[in-house]
């Protein structure tokens, strides 16, 4: 697959992306949020699949404080993928640590192959929910959670205009869906223990600490790298952004389920 038809996520996207959530990581609470979205899953020792590495921050994390034994990172973009195993080397953890590049579409491992399936903030790009839980059911061994963060959609059918205003300035390729449909999603595969937690609230806040960065102590640095153009612009999309999670449209959450034993 050629890098033109992933290049969403550019340079200067990642490059602000970084600056707000940390080394490594392209979604939103770094470090800290994944362990929230984990609490009480054990890693230490077992073999994991990140669906939607990025740039490896959320793998490494997983390793070097979870303790994973080996952690296997998926992603579309080749870029992001070299992106990885330049920042395992970095930390020191290529023998725990496989990222491959992928095409869109059904996981391709073997049955029960993985103990823990977990995605942050990636899923949202991946149209079909119930072949994606199809899918992480088959791979995952009996008795393996499946434990994520994404980022859903508030309403069934339409968006709002303000929310539509937002998908578009933002430019990414979004396949956002309901709680309802994760649920059924889920639920209809098979998956015990089901939960998702709705975490609009805490990003109502986030988002506008992270609108204030942009236009405040992050500013100078980020236009030196990026432009003032792009920063600009990004800028106005926090904005768009800011005004469709305070509407509920855009409902980031944390997901789990276990594949009974
Ligand atoms: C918002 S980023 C999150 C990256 C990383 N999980 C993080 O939290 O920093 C979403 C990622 O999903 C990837 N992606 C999009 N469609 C995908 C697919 N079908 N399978 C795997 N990854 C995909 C994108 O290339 C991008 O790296």
Same mark, same amino acid.
């Given at each position: 697959m050629g890098d033109q038809e992933y290049q969403e996520y550019d340079d200067n996207l990642i490059a602000l992306l970084e600056s707000l959530?940390?080394?490594?990581?392209?979604? =939103? %609470? +770094?470090t800290e949020e994944v362990d929230r979205y984990l609490h009480g899953v054990k890693l230490e020792g077992l073999s994991v699949l990140d669906i939607g590495?990025?740039?490896?921050g959320v793998d490494i994390h997983l390793i070097k404080h979870?303790?994973?034994?080996l952690v296997t990172g998926i992603d579309v973009n080749p870029s992001l993928i070299e992106r990885c195993n330049l920042l395992a080397r970095k930390f020191k953890v290529e023998t725990q640590s496989k990222f491959i590049c992928v095409d869109p579409g059904p996981l391709e491992f073997d049955d029960a192959s993985f103990d823990i399936v977990t995605s942050k903030?990636?899923?949202?790009?991946?149209?079909?929910k119930q072949a994606l839980a199809n899918d992480v059911y088959r791979v995952?061994? =009996? %008795? +393996?959670w499946f434990v994520a963060s994404d980022w859903l959609a508030g309403y069934e059918g339409e968006p709002s205009a303000e929310m539509q205003a937002y998908l578009v300035a933002e430019g990414l390729d979004f396949g956002l869906a309901s709680a309802k449909t994760y649920l059924r999603a889920l639920q209809g595969t098979g998956f015990a223990d089901i939960e998702i937690l709705d975490r609009n609230d805490w990003y109502r806040q986030q988002a506008r600490l992270e609108r204030e960065q942009l236009g405040g102590v992050l500013y100078a640095g980020l236009s030196s790298k990026v432009g003032s153009e792009f920063l600009e612009h990004e800028i106005k999309v926090w904005d768009k952004l800011i005004i469709a999670i305070d509407q509920g449209q855009l409902r980031p959450a944390h997901l789990r389920g276990r594949k009974p034993a």
């Open positions: 959530w940390g080394e490594g990581f392209m979604s =939103p %609470g +770094g590495c990025g740039l490896g979870h303790r994973a034994a903030d990636s899923i949202i790009h991946i149209p079909d995952l061994e =009996p %008795g +393996g």
